[in-house]
């Protein structure tokens, strides 16, 4: 699906190039604009060295389509065997987004563009995920975080259960998440995953980003098989979408982008 930011002035903020994509409040919106919505953000500010925080063995792209895109990808992970079943032809790098990074050095001055998908809400200490990102953004690049938030019902459930009741529920719902499988499940923390732009920006500023925009997304596709569940949650998060309810966000886009030379 294609995504473009209309033309708007290069000193335009990250809030007013993201509402040019005209986002839907369903996280339905989130999942199927975030690879287009990468793209955009590339073409919109001239990046092309992005590195994807725990891609792991399901990245973004082939080789083949970063390559026809223009993008320089290199996929990040702290487990060496996610990223030994990465696509091949991709670079790999890795290490802990939350960690000593002084092993860490990016070619060219930085990464213009990093990114991730589910990965926040597993990553022990995001405060200082959010302070190395910005160490290894090259002037102007743009981060982009997109995770699962509390206190939403279901992952509020998820944080507060015992994780083997947890993972048993969701194994139950999503068979190909089990052992074994091509989906699994990691311990979540949920640390910094909120949809709220007054919790989040303070942590992101001390990080020492400037330019900052949360997007908050409601809704979810657990409940798709329970109908009269399925409605009823609709309707809730319809309602707290239209009343721009934070506390109850499904799934938030975060996006940062260091200040430029």
């Not at 390559?67 to 091949?88: C, R, S």
């Not at 960690?99 to 990093?114: I, K, Q, T």
């Not at 990691?186 to 949809?195: H, I, Q, S």
Request: hydrophobic share 45%; net charge negative; charged share 20%.
């Amino acid at each position: 699906m294609e995504t473009a930011i209309p033309q708007t002035p290069a000193q335009a903020t990250l809030r007013q190039s993201f509402a040019a994509l005209a986002p839907h409040w369903h996280s339905d919106w989130a999942w199927e604009h975030y690879e287009s919505t990468i793209l955009a953000l590339a073409r919109h500010y001239g990046l092309h060295r992005v590195c994807e925080i725990g891609g792991g063995r399901d990245p973004l792209f082939t080789a083949e389509q970063a390559a026809e895109h223009g993008i320089e990808l290199v996929v990040n992970d702290i487990d060496a065997g996610e990223l030994a079943l990465a696509p091949p032809g991709l670079h790999t790098a890795r290490f802990d987004i939350a960690g000593d990074l002084s092993g860490v050095r990016p070619a060219d001055g930085g990464f213009d563009m990093m990114v991730s998908r589910m990965v926040f809400e597993h990553v022990d200490g995001v405060e200082r995920a959010w302070r190395n990102i910005h160490a290894l953004l090259a002037p102007g690049g743009v981060a982009l975080a997109f995770f699962p938030t509390l206190w939403a019902p279901v992952f509020a459930l998820n944080h507060m259960l015992p994780e083997k009741v947890s993972r048993a529920i969701v194994h139950a719902l999503f068979p190909r998440r089990r052992s074994g499988g091509d989906d699994p499940i990691f311990p979540a923390f949920y640390d910094g995953c909120r949809g709220s732009a007054r919790r989040l920006t303070p942590m992101l500023n001390r990080a020492g980003f400037r330019d900052v925009h949360v997007q908050p997304f409601w809704g979810h596709g657990y409940f798709e098989r329970m109908p009269g569940l399925r409605q009823l949650d609709h309707g809730f998060n319809a309602l707290a979408a239209a009343a721009d309810w934070r506390l109850v966000t499904t799934y938030a886009y975060v996006l940062a982008r260091k200040e430029p030379a």
